[in-house]
């Protein structure tokens, strides 16, 4: 899927603010600093009760108490997934520029995806009902459907544009962001608050993960030899969308130009990824923007550190990018903060973004030696010092929905 860049998507779209909740805490900066810097935000789990399971490990928000940054009455309706959305929400409109009022009206949408939504709620109602015979909670409803969190947002910022939650698995938060940034070129809403939310680090969700066989036991080492698997993750990644004709009105300075979206399906396997799915939305991605593979300076990569999805990509790459794969600096951050699954991809869009603003490919961390099985440059343990003009991040999620961003400069243009 590709829009055109004639007619009107010449109303170019711009990220003017964004905000996030992760391993490393509340707040992008500590994002980043984690991610530049090398310093893994993975730690022992830990859970509300106890957890018999072999992985011991998980990439969590410490810490977080709702109460410091949202209103008592609202969090009953929360679960832990909409609370991380608010939080990061808010930290986007402000870098943003807007007051909560300025965003709302009819041409205001919101946007947000989630692999699972309020998956705490669930498992406390079920834990309820079937063990301690206690009545279900009477909010449980609105708390656990993924719809809560777009929705909240939408009477938090009383946004009456579309209003929507969107399930793409681990794409979930790039279909989010890409289709937002159609609706507005297309002229159906003219701002949009968009992202990626999940919370389900707990039992019978890691449990369920364990029995993929695909959860790494200590380090996660995406495209490294020894790589055997990934660690869960939770979080939240927001953005602000907008026209880059609108910013320049209200002269607030973008982040960046969100200048191409691609995506495919693989329909193919359920868990099993496919190169010509990936190189699929790569090529949207970069026609979208009107761009060749020679723009793209950096690519945060999917990069779960699993046998399959590591050597798979990195072809993909390989045939995107042509000779110039082995020399692409090519990242993943999810050994900083996680495989957060419907929220992955905007915290790792979220990073890409930082990589642009400070020239820097943050590092894939834990590397331990060059596969050949995996022909890529893959910033091995370092971040470095680097010129970017246009970053692509990629997603690609289970059942095969491929999804995958371009965000580039806007030097002088805001």
């Known amino acids: 899927m590709a829009a055109s860049s004639a007619g009107v998507g010449e109303r170019r779209v711009v990220i003017s603010g964004m905000g996030t909740v992760s391993a490393a805490g509340v707040g992008t900066a500590a ?72 965003l709302s009206g009819p041409r205001v949408g919101v946007i947000i995806g989630s692999g699972i939504g309020g ?19 009477p909010f449980s409803v609105p708390r656990l459907i993924p719809s809560a969190a777009p929705t909240t ?33 297309f002229g159906l809403m003219d701002r949009a608050i968009v992202g990626g939310a999940e919370a389900c680090v ?3 969700t890691i449990r369920a993960w ?41 002269g607030h300075a973008p982040l960046c130009e969100l200048a191409g979206y691609g995506t495919t399906s693989d329909a193919k396997d ?12 790569m090529e949207a991605a970069l026609a979208d923007a009107g761009l060749g593979p020679e723009a793209i300076d950096y690519l945060n990569a999917h990069g779960t550190a699993t046998h399959a999805n590591d050597i798979t990509e990195a072809a993909a790459i390989g045939r995107v990018f042509g000779e110039r794969a082995g020399r692409l600096p090519v990242s993943s951050t999810k050994p900083i903060h996680g495989h957060a699954l419907g929220a992955s991809a905007g915290l790792e869009l979220a990073l890409t973004i930082r990589a642009l603003q400070e020239q820097i490919a943050p590092p894939t961390i834990n590397f331990l030696d060059f596969d050949p099985r995996c022909p890529i440059d893959a910033v091995p343990n370092e971040a470095r010092r680097i010129e970017i003009r246009a970053a692509m991040s990629n997603s690609f999620a289970f059942g095969g929905i491929n999804a995958v961003l371009i965000v580039r400069a806007l030097a002088g243009e805001a």
């Open 210 to 250: 364990e029995g993929l066989r695909v959860m790494t036991p200590d380090f996660c080492r995406p495209f490294s030899t020894g790589r055997n698997g990934m660690t869960l993750g939770e979080g939240a990644a927001v953005f602000v969308l907008e026209t880059l004709e609108s910013a320049q009105k209200r």
């Open 153 to 185: 947002l939408g009477m938090r910022y009383s946004a009456h544009g579309p209003t929507f939650a969107l399930g793409s698995a681990c794409s979930s938060a790039s279909q989010a962001v890409g289709l937002a940034a159609q609706m507005i070129r």
């Open 31 to 102: 994002l980043w600093t984690a991610a530049r810097d090398g310093v893994s935000q993975v730690r022992p789990l830990v859970t509300e009760y106890p957890y018999d399971g072999r992985i011991k490990i998980a990439a969590q928000v410490p810490d977080f108490d709702p109460s410091k940054y949202l209103e008592k009455a609202l969090l009953t309706f929360c679960d832990p997934f909409t609370q991380f959305t608010l939080v990061a929400s808010d930290e986007a409109v402000a870098q943003a520029g807007f007051a909560r009022e300025e």
């Open 270 to 281: 359920f868990v099993r990824p496919d190169i010509e799915g990936m190189i699929g939305a």
């Open 119 to 137: 998956m705490t709620t669930i498992d406390h109602g079920l834990r309820h009902y079937y063990q301690e015979r206690i009545r279900p909670d």
């Open 202 to 204: 707990i039992n019978g």
